[in-house]
């Protein structure tokens, strides 16, 4: 019996053998670009990773060559194998927000959904030892003062809370929390198990997302695996679950889309809503994700009236994004240490709503021409990770590379679909109201008062859950082209670029 699986697994090398050299000599030869003089005097450490990442890639290539029919599960491998090697790989707190982040998650899992704001000090109360890890922030665990220390419990107050977002977005991460301390475990886990967790999480969204679609599965695969979705997945970030949400929302649309004349009931139909809503109460323009609905065919719904439904579906749903940016998002943002900021910079949205009303028709020029700002996300200061004005990440060799491969993903997948014009052109619409109300949403809660023509804070991160939309939108049909053998070449790079995630942060950490 031993032998035969020996000898299966043997064979299955010898007939994967062109795509794992071709995974090897990639990561090889890229992430001997990210080296400089520097790097030089830690070679173990990167050899040490180069023969972890590539041991890692090889088995994600046979497990994914195994059994193509099940390529959801091919997915979740992928992205836990590389997401927990990221989770221990990536500095203290370095990712975007997540100090903030912990805070509210570490809130929540004692059981306060809304945290309590105390209007006296102006903080929300949790632990020190979360503060602790402030403190050694952008450190690696070996170099931290407090990272294997017993926890903390003692209360430590702290003016901010992402008190603005929903609670549901941080109980993966309260349940890594709630573990850590019921076993006693050391400081630093209470980092580490609410970055599985909300990894884990991820990886089962995604895969959900891979098996529910009946088409585009590989690009799926592609976009959930994008290294900057696992950098942010592999930290306590709400990005996980905007993320997560956002590929299985258009997923589910795939579904509705492909399905047959008169399948589509009512369950369905809420199921669609419910997971905008969820999204949604994240960040608002996610909420124009429910007009997807209304490309689906009249006929694929059980009864006629029930596409008359989503309309209401979509009306309610955008009153309750009024109500909840009015009545609890924008009032909890303010309970933080972003009013001194907004203060500080003249950033009022009531305000910036009657600018705009005196000076409409530069406000109409400033949106149509929204498509100028596409550019300064793939700016310099954007890196591999997408992370922005900080020193660790960055190779220019594989920014320019991964940016170009996505973009043929998107643009150029040669998929056997029949997809209308009026579907490409109401999905594009969909894209663009949600990017435009990104572009509209920081200009009234993050941009001075009048600077119409230079909106604030928009990362490239904003907009990941649209990228799945776009191969449905651009791309090509191709009812001719054997397009199995471009499959296992792309999943080959996804690995690929993956596993340069981990080693770029070797390399770069090792410098400090």
Known sequence: MNLTI?????????????????????????????????????????????????????????????????IHRAAFVIIVCFGVLTCFVTPILSVHDEGEHLIRAEITSRGE??????????????????????????????????????????????????????????????????????????????LWLPRLFNLLFYAILSALAIRKSPILKVPLIVIACIPLTI??????????????????????FFYMYKSSDKTIQMKEIFIFFFLCLLIGLCKVPYFALSLLILLIHPKKFKFKKYYYFNVIGILILGI????????????????????????????????????????????LVSMLQIGNYIENLFSNKASFTGFFNFPLYGSL??????????????????????????????????????????????????????????????QLRYFIPLIPLLPFTFGINNQIMKIERIDNILIVLTIGFLALLPVLTVIKTTMN
């Open 113 to 190: 959904l809304i945290p309590k704001y105390d209007p006296e000090t102006e903080t929300y109360t949790t632990i020190k030892s979360i503060n602790n890890l402030f403190i050694d922030w952008d450190k690696k665990v070996v170099t931290s003062t407090y990272a294997l220390l017993p926890i903390d419990y003692t209360p430590y107050h702290d003016p901010s809370a992402f008190a603005q977002n929903p609670f549901y977005g941080y109980l993966p991460q309260s349940l890594g929390i709630i573990i850590a301390k019921l076993l006693n475990l050391s400081t630093i886990w209470l």
């Open 6 to 70: 020996f000898y299966n697994s043997f064979k299955s090398i010898f007939n994967n053998k062109n795509y794992i050299s071709l995974y090897l000599v990639f990561i090889v030869i890229l992430s001997l670009s990210m080296l400089n003089a520097d790097n030089y005097s830690h070679l173990t450490n990167y050899i040490l990773i180069l023969l972890l990442v590539s041991f890692l890639g090889i088995f994600c290539i046979l497990y994914y060559q195994k059994d193509k029919n099940k």
């Open 231 to 252: 950098y942010q997945s592999a930290s306590v970030s709400i990005d996980s679950m905007v993320n997560g949400l956002g590929i299985l929302i258009i997923a589910y």
């Open 320 to 363: 309750l994004a009024i109500l909840w940016t009015n009545s609890y998002a924008t009032p909890s943002m303010v309970n933080s240490w972003r009013k001194g900021f907004l203060i500080k910079n003249n950033i009022n949205s009531t305000e910036q709503i009657s600018f705009i009303k005196n000076h409409f028709p530069e406000f």
């Open 397 to 458: 060799l594989v920014n320019t590379i991964y940016p170009l491969f996505l973009s043929s993903i998107c643009f150029l997948y040669p998929h056997k679909l029949t997809i209308n014009v009026k579907s490409r052109i109401g999905s594009f619409l969909t894209v663009y109201i949600i990017f435009v109300g990104t572009y509209i949403t920081l200009l009234l809660s993050w941009t001075p008062v009048g600077s119409i023509n230079n909106i604030w804070m928009v």
